[in-house]
T-cell receptor, first 116, second 113 residues
Framework: DAGVIQSPRHEVTEMGQEVTLRCKPI?????LFWYRQTMMRGLELLIY????????DSGMPEDRFSAKMPNASFSTLKIQPSEPRDSAVYFC??????????????FGPGTRLLVL | SQKIEQNSEALNIQEGKTATLTCNYT??????LQWYRQDPGRGPVFLLL?????KEKRKERLKVTFDTTLKQSLFHITASQPADSATYLC????????????FGQGTTLQVKP
């Protein structure tokens, strides 16, 4: 299994531009999570999906952020317009489900975003 | 509000010694707790899960304890090696079967040869 795949690995953009981050979860996993990690705030959950349906988006910082999961094998996190304070590492993770050890989350390598 | 505290200062120990990392939490009743390892430039990797009705869990050189009265988990690495140097994150899961985890800030462990 290739694990969770994220693209791009690095993104440098200018303030005001649209940024789209992509994630392919592990096949068969029902949950998909988007996190943001910074030195100041650590690892923060932005939004998560269960069976392609958004369950909790309370961590999404503001309306500039949006996430979609059109099918079980693909999700996007979009920032429009981007701002310098959005600079961070964005992780996607997936898990099988609940109970019996299925709560383990498998993380992708992350996308390092720098907004100038 | 919910709060998870891990030692913010790096933990430096000598090879062969036991490393002990602490995770404290407040205003939360987790159903389970997980520990992850994160190396620089990489995503967190799952190590161990312990449930609220379990006191201790072991896996090779790793041991985790969970005290719901003290609201604390301890993570031990015995016979530590330089390869154990990394940042270790604790994460709390709720009982509502949401799959949602809340992560601590992590503690960086440096094992010196």
């Amino acid at each position: 299994d290739a694990g969770v795949i994220q693209s791009p690995r690095h993104e440098v953009t200018e303030m005001g531009q649209e940024v789209t981050l992509r994630c392919k979860p592990i096949s068969g996993h029902d949950y998909l999570f988007w996190y943001r990690q910074t030195m100041m705030r650590g690892l923060e959950l932005l939004i998560y999906f269960n069976n392609n349906v958004p369950i909790d988006d309370s961590g999404m910082p503001e309306d500039r952020f949006s996430a979609k999961m059109p099918n079980a094998s693909f999700s996007t996190l979009k920032i429009q317009p981007s701002e310098p304070r959005d600079s961070a590492v964005y992780f996607c993770a997936s898990s099988l489900g609940q109970g019996g050890g299925q709560e383990t989350q498998y993380f992708g390598p992350g996308t390092r975003l720098l907004v100038l | 509000s919910q709060k998870i505290e891990q030692n913010s200062e790096a933990l430096n120990i000598q090879e062969g010694k036991t490393a002990t990392l602490t995770c404290n939490y407040t205003n939360y009743s987790p159903a389970y707790l997980q520990w992850y390892r994160q190396d620089p430039g990489r995503g967190p990797v799952f190590l161990l899960l312990i449930r609220e009705n379990e006191k201790e869990k072991r896996k090779e050189r790793l041991k985790v304890t969970f005290d719901t009265t003290l609201k604390q988990s301890l993570f031990h690495i015995t016979a530590s090696q330089p390869a154990d140097s990394a940042t270790y994150l604790c994460a709390l899961g709720h009982s509502s079967n949401t799959g949602k985890l809340i992560f601590g800030q992590g503690t960086t462990l440096q094992v010196k040869p």
